[in-house]
């Protein structure tokens, strides 16, 4: 009888220690996969933030220039006067940090980022705004100054009225916006900054039309020694609105002089 009682303890003790090591082990062998998996879609997530728009940007310590360094054109028309350009800062509004988000007054904003605060997902209107001391959102905007007729009137909300002496003078706008002269819908403070489109913010009647921006078709001044500024090359600017405009260039050749005016269409006259 001793002998069956030994069997039997020597069973359960097997069993004893088989048992936690199997469940051990599963538990670790799942868990550790899990981990895997919500890493992975941590990073996907991650990685999708930041693809669209540049990701952290520094300086190159070898040549002294930005990795990334972008320019998009920007216009504001308030009650169809194109207001002036921002005027330049390079500072964030009423501190000494530098701006990696900034205007050098050129009609374009310039997007070179010096820390995380401006790059990435956070390259956003809002942050340009913010970074200049202004302020804009899906029905108001607050500017550095205001139209000819009344230019201390910086801040523009749906439903007020366009300045007497204006061209829609008396009428109520609403706030408007567009990329590339197409119209978005949403908040324009959420807008991701891109290099080489272009960006029209607009306090405007809700029928009329946003013209093209001014500098559309034009290059950015130069910030970095060496570096030849590109223009947007936009082709839905070309014909947008009534005040659309296309970009005039003359080639010059040999007993001519031809003129494009058009999409599509060349003048041509005799030179002597």
């Given at each position: 009888?001793a002998?069956?009682?030994?069997k039997y303890s020597?069973a359960r003790?097997?069993a004893k220690?088989?048992?936690?090591?199997?469940?051990g082990?599963a538990?670790?062998?799942?868990?550790?996969?899990a981990l895997?998996?919500?890493?992975?879609v941590?990073?996907?997530?991650l990685?999708?933030?930041?693809?669209d728009?540049h990701?952290?940007?520094?300086?190159d310590?070898?040549?002294?220039?930005?990795?990334?360094?972008w320019h998009?054109?920007?216009?504001?028309?308030v009650?169809?006067?194109?207001v002036?350009?921002?005027?330049?800062?390079?500072?964030?509004a009423?501190?000494?940090v530098?701006?990696?988000i900034?205007?050098?007054?050129?009609g374009?904003?310039?997007?070179?980022?010096r820390?995380?605060?401006?790059?990435?997902?956070?390259a956003t209107l809002?942050?340009y705004?913010?970074?200049?001391?202004w302020?804009v959102d899906?029905?108001?905007?607050d500017?550095?100054?205001?139209?000819?007729v009344?230019?201390?009137?910086t801040a523009?909300e749906?439903g007020?009225?366009?300045?007497a002496?204006?061209?829609?003078?008396?009428r109520?706008?609403v706030?408007?916006?567009e990329?590339?002269c197409?119209?978005?819908?949403g908040?324009p403070?959420e807008y991701?900054?891109?290099?080489?489109?272009?960006?029209?913010?607009?306090?405007?009647p809700?029928n009329e039309d946003i013209?093209t921006?001014?500098?559309?078709?034009?290059?950015?001044?130069?910030?970095v020694?060496?570096e030849t500024?590109v223009?947007?090359?936009?082709k839905s600017?070309?014909?947008?609105g009534p005040g659309?405009?296309?970009?005039?260039?003359?080639?010059?050749v040999?007993g001519a002089?031809?003129t494009t005016?058009?999409?599509?269409?060349?003048t041509?006259?005799?030179?002597p």
């Amino acid at each position: 009888m001793a002998r069956s009682r030994n069997k039997y303890s020597r069973a359960r003790m097997r069993a004893k220690i088989r048992r936690p090591k199997q469940r051990g082990g599963a538990r670790w062998y799942y868990g550790a996969l899990a981990l895997i998996v919500i890493a992975g879609v941590v990073g996907i997530g991650l990685s999708a933030g930041s693809d669209d728009v540049h990701p952290f940007a520094g300086v190159d310590p070898d040549t002294g220039t930005f990795y990334d360094h972008w320019h998009q054109a920007i216009g504001v028309n308030v009650c169809g006067e194109w207001v002036s350009d921002a005027p330049t800062f390079e500072d964030v509004a009423g501190t000494t940090v530098l701006a990696g988000i900034h205007t050098h007054g050129d009609g374009f904003i310039h997007i070179h980022p010096r820390t995380s605060a401006d790059a990435g997902d956070n390259a956003t209107l809002e942050q340009y705004f913010d970074n200049g001391g202004w302020a804009v959102d899906e029905t108001s905007f607050d500017i550095w100054q205001g139209p000819a007729v009344n230019p201390t009137k910086t801040a523009w909300e749906n439903g007020d009225k366009c300045p007497a002496g204006s061209t829609m003078a008396g009428r109520k706008g609403v706030v408007r916006w567009e990329v590339d002269c197409k119209t978005r819908k949403g908040n324009p403070a959420e807008y991701k900054l891109q290099d080489l489109h272009v960006l029209t913010l607009a306090f405007l009647p809700k029928n009329e039309d946003i013209e093209t921006p001014p500098h559309a078709f034009e290059a950015p001044s130069a910030d970095v020694e060496g570096e030849t500024p590109v223009a947007p090359d936009v082709k839905s600017c070309e014909t947008s609105g009534p005040g659309g405009e296309t970009p005039t260039t003359t080639t010059t050749v040999a007993g001519a002089t031809t003129t494009t005016t058009a999409p599509g269409s060349t003048t041509t006259s005799s030179t002597p």
